[in-house]
């Protein structure tokens, strides 16, 4: 990488960072916690709650893409971190189900993650984009890990309230960091002519990738609304489940360095892919066969971990190549367009998983919605085997 490469790459990696670690601080102790606000007595909503922010995401992804093809991209991540910061301060002074749900659904109305990865894209060439985007899909699952070993004591110490106002001012320093340390946007993107949204839904590659991260949100938000129980099940207190996590998310970045990167140079990305998404399949097999004898006995916490580990190797493999891909594929003059169509797929996911998890545990149990997940994740691993032929990790630069 160049120098403008790496500081574009580790500093657009850190507002990534900022913004999701406030999001993930919230998600292991969300379903426990907003239980005890009037109208938390039913999962469904509690689910729905989770996933509204996914919904407003969803909404607005293409049109912040869109924007930040014609207004520029660091004015609409500015933006969008303004908006995401108030939902959070509203969620904070939430005193009831419908206000935390409220405030969740402003949070995802600042949908700038299109906008960061266009420029992220537009600041680094083909040849060290998967590389860039590995590292905002690494400070992300990092982002994770870390937020497993604070979310229970700072949840202990300042509540689920504490923690959304922690959130709000995560994102402001996010903003600071866009404004002074993220590169200038190249001037060759400034003066492109644009190309809209219509280049961009034609390609039958850039669908398959959009329904691919549909399916892997979907599926891992709808897990975090089990996994937690499993694991109390299996003996360990809630304030001790990051030292399942955090040994399953680190060892899995030694596995996507040492397997994507290697293979990608060789050109195999294709095989990656599709293992990767096999995977992901056995893991949620796995843990439809715990979760079905958790009814006659204790789930076994180093079935569960394992199974973890298997989940985050899958997860950050794919989560490393697909917007890389999204970026490479799609024409330069609509990359924007293209972005914030991955990010709407994958915002409808976020919000599918939440009302899916929660409405499964409602009606079928742990085991309902471990069914659920997996058939969600062979129904795109047939779908990645018909389409992935048109999708190479040697794109052409654009």
């Given at each position: 990488?160049?120098?403008?490469?790496?500081?574009?790459?580790?500093?657009?990696?850190?507002?990534?960072?900022?913004?999701?670690?406030?999001?993930?601080?919230?998600?292991?102790?969300?379903?426990?916690?907003?239980?005890?606000?009037?109208?938390?007595?039913?999962?469904?909503?509690?689910?729905?709650?989770?996933?509204?922010?996914?919904?407003?995401?969803?909404?607005?992804?293409?049109?912040?893409?869109?924007?930040?093809?014609?207004?520029?991209?660091?004015?609409?991540?500015?933006?969008?971190?303004?908006?995401?910061?108030?939902?959070?301060?509203?969620?904070?002074?939430?005193?009831?189900?419908?206000?935390?749900?409220?405030?969740?659904?402003?949070?995802?109305?600042?949908?700038?993650?299109?906008?960061?990865?266009?420029?992220?894209?537009?600041?680094?060439?083909?040849?060290?984009?998967?590389?860039?985007?590995?590292?905002?899909?690494?400070?992300?699952?990092?982002?994770?890990?870390?937020?497993?070993?604070?979310?229970?004591?700072?949840?202990?110490?300042?509540?689920?309230?504490?923690?959304?106002?922690?959130?709000?001012?995560?994102?402001?320093?996010?903003?600071?960091?866009?404004?002074?340390?993220?590169?200038?946007?190249?001037?060759?993107?400034?003066?492109?002519?644009?190309?809209?949204?219509?280049?961009?839904?034609?390609?039958?590659?850039?669908?398959?990738?959009?329904?691919?991260?549909?399916?892997?949100?979907?599926?891992?938000?709808?897990?975090?609304?089990?996994?937690?129980?499993?694991?109390?099940?299996?003996?360990?207190?809630?304030?001790?489940?990051?030292?399942?996590?955090?040994?399953?998310?680190?060892?899995?970045?030694?596995?996507?360095?040492?397997?994507?990167?290697?293979?990608?140079?060789?050109?195999?990305?294709?095989?990656?892919?599709?293992?990767?998404?096999?995977?992901?399949?056995?893991?949620?097999?796995?843990?439809?066969?715990?979760?079905?004898?958790?009814?006659?006995?204790?789930?076994?916490?180093?079935?569960?971990?394992?199974?973890?580990?298997?989940?985050f190797c899958s997860f950050n493999v794919i989560e490393a190549s697909q917007p890389s891909l999204v970026s490479r594929l799609a024409p330069a003059a609509s990359r924007g367009a293209a972005l914030g169509l991955y990010n709407t797929s994958q915002s409808l996911g976020l919000f599918a998983g939440g009302a899916l998890g929660g409405a499964m545990i409602k009606w079928g149990g742990a085991p309902g919605l471990f069914v659920s997940t997996a058939l969600l994740s062979l129904l795109w691993l047939l779908t990645a085997v018909w389409l992935m032929?048109?999708?190479?990790?040697?794109?052409?630069?654009?």
């Amino acid at each position: 990488m160049t120098a403008t490469e790496r500081r574009a790459s580790f500093s657009l990696a850190s507002i990534f960072a900022l913004r999701m670690l406030g999001l993930f601080l919230v998600l292991p102790v969300f379903a426990l916690e907003a239980a005890r606000y009037p109208g938390g007595a039913d999962p469904a909503r509690i689910g729905l709650a989770m996933g509204i922010y996914g919904l407003t995401q969803a909404l607005l992804q293409i049109p912040f893409g869109l924007a930040s093809d014609r207004l520029g991209r660091k004015p609409v991540i500015v933006a969008g971190l303004v908006v995401f910061a108030l939902g959070s301060f509203v969620a904070a002074a939430a005193t009831s189900l419908d206000g935390l749900l409220a405030g969740r659904a402003l949070q995802g109305a600042g949908a700038v993650s299109a906008a960061v990865t266009a420029l992220l894209a537009d600041q680094t060439r083909d040849v060290v984009r998967t590389k860039a985007m590995a590292l905002v899909g690494g400070s992300i699952g990092l982002m994770f890990a870390v937020s497993l070993v604070l979310a229970p004591a700072l949840n202990a110490r300042i509540g689920l309230s504490g923690l959304f106002w922690l959130t709000g001012l995560l994102a402001l320093g996010a903003i600071a960091m866009v404004l002074w340390l993220v590169p200038p946007e190249p001037q060759q993107h400034k003066d492109m002519e644009r190309a809209g949204l219509v280049s961009v839904l034609r390609r039958a590659d850039l669908v398959g990738l959009n329904l691919g991260v549909f399916v892997l949100h979907a599926v891992q938000l709808s897990m975090w609304v089990a996994v937690p129980a499993l694991l109390v099940q299996a003996g360990l207190l809630k304030a001790l489940h990051w030292q399942v996590y955090l040994p399953a998310v680190l060892a899995s970045f030694v596995v996507m360095g040492g397997v994507l990167f290697p293979l990608e140079r060789r050109g195999h990305l294709r095989a990656v892919m599709l293992g990767a998404i096999a995977l992901l399949l056995l893991v949620q097999l796995g843990f439809m066969a715990v979760a079905q004898a958790a009814g006659t006995a204790a789930p076994s916490l180093t079935t569960l971990g394992l199974l973890l580990l298997l989940f985050f190797c899958s997860f950050n493999v794919i989560e490393a190549s697909q917007p890389s891909l999204v970026s490479r594929l799609a024409p330069a003059a609509s990359r924007g367009a293209a972005l914030g169509l991955y990010n709407t797929s994958q915002s409808l996911g976020l919000f599918a998983g939440g009302a899916l998890g929660g409405a499964m545990i409602k009606w079928g149990g742990a085991p309902g919605l471990f069914v659920s997940t997996a058939l969600l994740s062979l129904l795109w691993l047939l779908t990645a085997v018909w389409l992935m032929p048109a999708v190479s990790g040697k794109a052409g630069k654009h």
